[in-house]
C-alpha cells in the first residue's frame, strides 16, 4: 500500500516532468522563433525562417527529462549554469544566443515557464526576479563576451518570462526597460540604453476561451492548452504554420497526458477546491467565484457541496 508521502513524492515527480515537457516544447525553434518576432523589436520586421537559422542551440534547465537524448533540431548546451565568482549559482530554464540585422549582431536571451505572475503566489514581486536574472546575464558576461574595460562588447541581453494563469480577460505582454529622463539640461544621447530588456508575457488558464487576438498568445496558449493532441497537431498546423515533426507531436502528447494525469490525481482539483472554498466561506458569490477562477457556476456548485457547504 503507498503511503501518503510516496503520493506525494510521486505527484512531485510527475510535476517536474511535466514542467520540463513544458520546456522541451517552448525550446523548440519554430516556437522560439515566434516569442522573439513578436516581442522583441530586433526581430519584428524579420521572417520566421530567417530567425530560426539565426538562433544558436539552446539549453533546457539543468537537467534533461532523458538523459543522452538529442534532437537536431533543440539544444546544445551553451551553458544553462550562471556561476558568478561570490554568489549563488542560478539555472535558467531556457538560455540561448540569437543573431539580428545584417551584421547578424549577438543578443542574449533567456526564457522562463513560469506557473503564475502573482506575488501573493510567488512570495515576492516577478519584477524583481527579472531585473535579478538580467543583471546576472549582464555580470557574467565579463571576461566570457569582453575583458577588462571593453564595455563596448557587453552584449544584449532579453529575459522572457511566460505566465501560465492570467484570468480570461488578462492576456497581455508587457515589458520592462531602462527609460531615459533628463532631470537637468540638454538631454545626452545613450545609443545602448536598450541593453537590458524584461518580458512577461501572460497566458490564460481557463478553457474554451475565445482565440486571444495576439498571434503569439494565441500559438503558445494552443500549444500549452489542454486540447487533445490531434486537435493541437491540427490547429497550429492551419492556423499558425507551425510544423509538427514527430518529437513535437511526441512531447505534445506526453504533456497533454501528463496533464490529464495531474488532474485526475486531485493537484489542480485540489488547489481550485481550496481557492473556491475560501471564497465562498469569506462571503463572495457563487457567480463571483466563478469568474475569479474561470469555471463555470455549476463546478462551484459541485465543489461546495462536496464540501457540505452547498445543499441540493
Known amino acids: 500500500m503507498e503511503t501518503n508521502i510516496s503520493q506525494v513524492i510521486d505527484l512531485a515527480a510527475k510535476r517536474a516532468q511535466y514542467d520540463e515537457i513544458v520546456k522541451e516544447i517552448l525550446s523548440d525553434k519554430q516556437v522560439l522563433a515566434r516569442i522573439l518576432k513578436y516581442t522583441l523589436d530586433e526581430f519584428k520586421d524579420a521572417e520566421i525562417e530567417d530567425i530560426i ?8 534547465s539543468k537537467t534533461r527529462m532523458e538523459p543522452g537524448y538529442t534532437n537536431t533540431q533543440k539544444v546544445k548546451k551553451e551553458s544553462e549554469e550562471d556561476n558568478v565568482p561570490g554568489e549563488n549559482k542560478i539555472f535558467y530554464d531556457i538560455r540561448f544566443s540569437a543573431y539580428y540585422g545584417e551584421e547578424l549582431i549577438k543578443i542574449l536571451v533567456n526564457i522562463e515557464a513560469q506557473r503564475t505572475s502573482k506575488a501573493y503566489k510567488l512570495g515576492y514581486h516577478l519584477d524583481n526576479r527579472i531585473i535579478y536574472y538580467l543583471a546576472r546575464m549582464i555580470s557574467s558576461q565579463k571576461e566570457v563576451e569582453f575583458a577588462h574595460s571593453d564595455y563596448d562588447n557587453l552584449k544584449a541581453v532579453r529575459s ?17 526597460r531602462f527609460k531615459q529622463d533628463a532631470i537637468y539640461g540638454k ?24 482565440k486571444s487576438k495576439n498571434d503569439l ?39 497533454c497526458n501528463l496533464s490529464q494525469v495531474l488532474i ?3 493537484i489542480e482539483k485540489g488547489e ?12 463572495m458569490s457563487i457567480e463571483d467565484i466563478a469568474e475569479k477562477t474561470q469555471i463555470s457556476i455549476d463546478e462551484v456548485k459541485t465543489i461546495l457541496r462536496e464540501k457540505g457547504l452547498l445543499s441540493d
Not at 537559422?53 to 533546457?60: C, H, L, S
Not at 522572457?160 to 520592462?176: F, G, H, L, V
Not at 538631454?187 to 475565445?210: A, M, S, T
Open 160 to 176: 522572457i518570462w511566460i505566465c501560465m494563469d492570467a484570468a480570461n480577460d488578462e492576456d497581455s505582454i508587457n515589458r520592462i
Open 272 to 283: 481550485l477546491s481550496g481557492k473556491v472554498t475560501a471564497r465562498y466561506e469569506d462571503g
Open 217 to 255: 498568445i494565441a500559438m503558445l496558449e494552443e500549444f500549452l492548452g489542454k486540447d487533445e493532441t490531434e486537435i493541437k497537431r491540427k490547429r497550429l498546423s492551419e492556423e499558425f504554420d507551425v510544423v509538427i515533426n514527430d518529437e513535437t507531436e511526441r512531447r505534445i502528447s506526453e504533456m
Open 53 to 60: 537559422a539565426n538562433i544558436g542551440d539552446p539549453v533546457i
Open 264 to 266: 485526475d490525481e486531485g
Open 187 to 210: 538631454e545626452i544621447e545613450f545609443p545602448n540604453i536598450d541593453k537590458v530588456q524584461g518580458i512577461i508575457i501572460r497566458l490564460r488558464k481557463g478553457q474554451n476561451l475565445e
